[in-house]
Protein backbone atom coordinates (compact mmCIF):
# COMPACT_ATOMS: atom_id res chain seq x y z
CA UNK A 1 0.00 0.00 0.00
CA UNK A 2 3.09 2.63 -0.60
CA UNK A 3 1.46 4.55 -3.99
CA UNK A 4 0.27 8.09 -3.33
CA UNK A 5 -2.98 8.15 -1.38
CA UNK A 6 -5.39 11.01 -2.02
CA UNK A 7 -8.47 11.15 0.04
CA UNK A 8 -10.95 13.96 -0.62
CA UNK A 9 -13.64 15.12 2.34
CA UNK A 10 -16.99 15.05 1.21
CA UNK A 11 -18.47 17.94 2.75
CA UNK A 12 -17.89 22.17 2.61
CA UNK A 13 -19.13 22.55 5.68
CA UNK A 14 -15.84 24.01 7.98
CA UNK A 15 -16.55 22.49 10.65
CA UNK A 16 -16.71 19.01 9.03
CA UNK A 17 -14.00 19.85 7.12
CA UNK A 18 -11.53 20.24 10.66
CA UNK A 19 -13.27 17.17 12.34
CA UNK A 20 -12.63 15.09 8.77
CA UNK A 21 -9.35 16.09 8.70
CA UNK A 22 -8.15 15.77 12.38
CA UNK A 23 -10.05 11.98 12.21
CA UNK A 24 -7.86 11.09 9.04
CA UNK A 25 -4.64 12.69 10.05
CA UNK A 26 -1.30 10.89 9.16
CA UNK A 27 -2.98 8.29 6.66
CA UNK A 28 -3.26 9.63 3.34
CA UNK A 29 -0.45 11.96 1.29
CA UNK A 30 -2.56 14.37 0.33
CA UNK A 31 -6.38 16.12 1.63
CA UNK A 32 -8.87 17.56 -0.62
CA UNK A 33 -11.92 19.37 -0.10
CA UNK A 34 -14.25 19.33 -2.45
CA UNK A 35 -14.30 22.48 -4.76
CA UNK A 36 -17.47 22.08 -6.17
CA UNK A 37 -20.57 21.07 -4.72
CA UNK A 38 -21.61 18.27 -6.28
CA UNK A 39 -25.01 17.32 -4.99
CA UNK A 40 -26.08 13.99 -3.42
CA UNK A 41 -30.15 13.70 -2.64
CA UNK A 42 -29.25 12.16 0.84
CA UNK A 43 -32.30 9.92 0.38
CA UNK A 44 -31.38 6.97 1.78
CA UNK A 45 -33.28 6.21 5.21
CA UNK A 46 -30.61 6.25 7.22
CA UNK A 47 -27.51 8.03 8.68
CA UNK A 48 -25.11 5.29 7.10
CA UNK A 49 -26.86 5.25 4.20
CA UNK A 50 -26.69 8.51 3.22
CA UNK A 51 -22.83 9.29 4.80
CA UNK A 52 -21.97 5.95 2.42
CA UNK A 53 -23.85 7.45 -1.13
CA UNK A 54 -21.81 10.73 -0.73
CA UNK A 55 -18.53 8.93 0.02
CA UNK A 56 -19.26 6.51 -3.35
CA UNK A 57 -20.47 9.47 -5.55
CA UNK A 58 -17.53 11.81 -4.33
CA UNK A 59 -15.07 9.19 -4.71
CA UNK A 60 -16.44 8.36 -8.19
CA UNK A 61 -16.12 12.23 -9.28
CA UNK A 62 -12.84 12.88 -7.39
CA UNK A 63 -11.17 9.61 -8.73
CA UNK A 64 -9.80 9.46 -4.75
CA UNK A 65 -10.40 7.99 -1.65
CA UNK A 66 -13.41 9.99 -0.14
CA UNK A 67 -14.87 10.01 3.49
CA UNK A 68 -18.19 11.69 4.70
CA UNK A 69 -20.41 12.12 7.70
CA UNK A 70 -23.87 12.50 7.93
CA UNK A 71 -25.87 12.83 11.47
CA UNK A 72 -28.77 15.31 13.30
CA UNK A 73 -30.83 15.52 16.30
CA UNK A 74 -32.96 13.02 17.99
CA UNK A 75 -36.45 14.80 19.48
CA UNK A 76 -38.55 11.67 21.34
CA UNK A 77 -41.01 14.00 22.64
CA UNK A 78 -41.87 15.26 19.02
CA UNK A 79 -42.89 11.71 17.57
CA UNK A 80 -43.67 12.23 14.12
CA UNK A 81 -43.20 15.37 13.61
CA UNK A 82 -39.66 15.19 13.66
CA UNK A 83 -37.02 13.16 11.60
CA UNK A 84 -34.39 13.11 12.09
CA UNK A 85 -32.38 12.80 8.92
CA UNK A 86 -33.94 16.60 7.82
CA UNK A 87 -32.33 18.16 10.66
CA UNK A 88 -30.70 20.38 7.97
CA UNK A 89 -33.70 21.18 6.22
CA UNK A 90 -36.45 20.82 8.33
CA UNK A 91 -37.22 24.27 7.99
CA UNK A 92 -36.59 24.24 4.03
CA UNK A 93 -33.80 23.77 1.98
CA UNK A 94 -32.45 26.99 1.75
CA UNK A 95 -32.83 28.95 4.52
CA UNK A 96 -29.90 30.52 6.69
CA UNK A 97 -28.78 28.82 10.51
CA UNK A 98 -31.23 31.29 12.54
CA UNK A 99 -34.18 31.02 10.42
CA UNK A 100 -33.65 26.94 11.61
CA UNK A 101 -32.91 28.01 15.04
CA UNK A 102 -35.75 29.93 15.70
CA UNK A 103 -37.93 27.67 13.30
CA UNK A 104 -37.05 24.34 16.31
CA UNK A 105 -37.78 26.88 18.82
CA UNK A 106 -41.61 27.82 17.87
CA UNK A 107 -41.70 23.85 17.45
CA UNK A 108 -40.60 23.17 20.66
CA UNK A 109 -42.48 25.70 22.30
CA UNK A 110 -44.65 23.94 24.59
CA UNK A 111 -42.77 21.13 25.46
CA UNK A 112 -41.15 21.04 29.21
CA UNK A 113 -38.44 19.64 31.12
CA UNK A 114 -37.41 16.29 30.14
CA UNK A 115 -39.68 16.87 27.08
CA UNK A 116 -36.67 19.08 25.44
CA UNK A 117 -34.47 16.38 25.51
CA UNK A 118 -32.52 16.05 22.17
CA UNK A 119 -29.53 13.63 21.28
CA UNK A 120 -27.07 13.24 18.63
CA UNK A 121 -26.16 10.27 16.02
CA UNK A 122 -23.30 10.31 13.32
CA UNK A 123 -22.83 8.07 10.93
CA UNK A 124 -19.73 8.19 8.74
CA UNK A 125 -18.29 6.20 5.45
CA UNK A 126 -15.27 5.56 3.57
CA UNK A 127 -15.29 4.65 -0.52
CA UNK A 128 -13.02 4.03 -3.02
CA UNK A 129 -12.96 2.84 -6.62
CA UNK A 130 -17.05 2.29 -6.62
CA UNK A 131 -17.19 0.50 -2.86
CA UNK A 132 -17.90 1.37 0.42
CA UNK A 133 -14.54 0.56 2.42
CA UNK A 134 -16.14 1.19 6.15
CA UNK A 135 -19.45 2.67 7.63
CA UNK A 136 -20.62 2.97 11.17
CA UNK A 137 -22.96 4.83 13.24
CA UNK A 138 -22.11 6.09 16.81
CA UNK A 139 -24.70 8.04 19.60
CA UNK A 140 -23.33 11.44 20.63
CA UNK A 141 -24.44 13.48 23.46
CA UNK A 142 -27.51 14.33 25.18
CA UNK A 143 -28.70 17.43 26.18
CA UNK A 144 -31.84 19.83 26.75
CA UNK A 145 -33.06 22.14 24.15
CA UNK A 146 -32.93 25.75 25.64
CA UNK A 147 -35.73 28.01 25.36
CA UNK A 148 -34.19 30.78 23.81
CA UNK A 149 -30.66 31.70 22.76
CA UNK A 150 -27.89 33.82 22.17
CA UNK A 151 -26.88 34.80 18.72
CA UNK A 152 -22.95 35.04 20.36
CA UNK A 153 -23.47 31.57 21.20
CA UNK A 154 -23.21 30.37 17.50
CA UNK A 155 -20.40 28.82 14.66
CA UNK A 156 -21.11 28.26 10.92
CA UNK A 157 -21.82 24.44 10.60
CA UNK A 158 -23.01 23.74 14.38
CA UNK A 159 -26.42 25.90 14.65
CA UNK A 160 -27.49 23.02 16.88
CA UNK A 161 -24.52 24.09 19.60
CA UNK A 162 -26.51 27.32 20.05
CA UNK A 163 -29.80 25.82 21.67
CA UNK A 164 -28.22 22.69 23.16
CA UNK A 165 -27.43 22.88 27.15
CA UNK A 166 -26.36 20.14 29.36
CA UNK A 167 -27.81 19.59 32.40
CA UNK A 168 -24.80 17.33 33.30
CA UNK A 169 -22.57 20.01 33.17
CA UNK A 170 -25.00 22.73 35.00
CA UNK A 171 -26.86 23.47 32.04
CA UNK A 172 -24.01 25.05 30.14
CA UNK A 173 -24.70 26.30 26.95
CA UNK A 174 -22.35 24.00 24.54
CA UNK A 175 -20.17 26.64 23.49
CA UNK A 176 -19.56 27.24 27.38
CA UNK A 177 -18.23 24.02 27.96
CA UNK A 178 -14.74 23.69 29.46
CA UNK A 179 -11.91 22.05 27.56
CA UNK A 180 -12.59 18.77 29.23
CA UNK A 181 -16.40 18.92 28.89
CA UNK A 182 -16.34 19.74 25.72
CA UNK A 183 -15.46 16.65 25.09
CA UNK A 184 -18.36 14.71 25.85
CA UNK A 185 -20.05 17.93 23.83
CA UNK A 186 -18.25 16.10 20.85
CA UNK A 187 -18.09 12.70 21.88
CA UNK A 188 -19.27 11.28 18.29
CA UNK A 189 -16.55 12.39 16.74
CA UNK A 190 -14.05 10.92 19.29
CA UNK A 191 -15.65 7.70 18.87
CA UNK A 192 -16.02 8.30 14.71
CA UNK A 193 -11.85 9.06 14.99
CA UNK A 194 -11.61 6.06 17.25
CA UNK A 195 -13.02 3.46 15.32
CA UNK A 196 -12.15 4.92 11.55
CA UNK A 197 -8.75 5.00 12.88
CA UNK A 198 -8.94 1.66 13.52
CA UNK A 199 -10.25 0.42 10.56
CA UNK A 200 -7.20 2.62 8.52
CA UNK A 201 -4.81 1.10 10.77
CA UNK A 202 -6.00 -2.61 9.40
CA UNK A 203 -6.68 -1.48 6.08
CA UNK A 204 -3.55 0.02 5.32
CA UNK A 205 -1.88 -3.09 6.92
CA UNK A 206 -2.98 -5.84 4.60
CA UNK A 207 -4.43 -3.81 2.14
CA UNK A 208 -7.51 -5.54 2.78
CA UNK A 209 -11.06 -4.61 3.67
CA UNK A 210 -12.23 -5.95 7.51
CA UNK A 211 -15.52 -5.73 7.22
CA UNK A 212 -17.80 -2.36 8.36
Given at each position: ?46 FV ?6 AL ?156
Amino acid sequence: MSAHKAITLATRNKHKIEKLSWIIEGYFDEVQVLDENIGVDETEGSFVGNAQKKALEVSRVCGTYAIATDGGVLIPSLGSQWNELLTKRFAGEDVDDFTRIETLLELMKDKRGEERRIEWREAIALAFDGKVLFSVEVEGDWGLLQTEYSPLQYKEGIWVCTLWSYPQFGGKNFFELSDKEREYGEVSWWRLREKTREFLDSYFKTGEVTGN
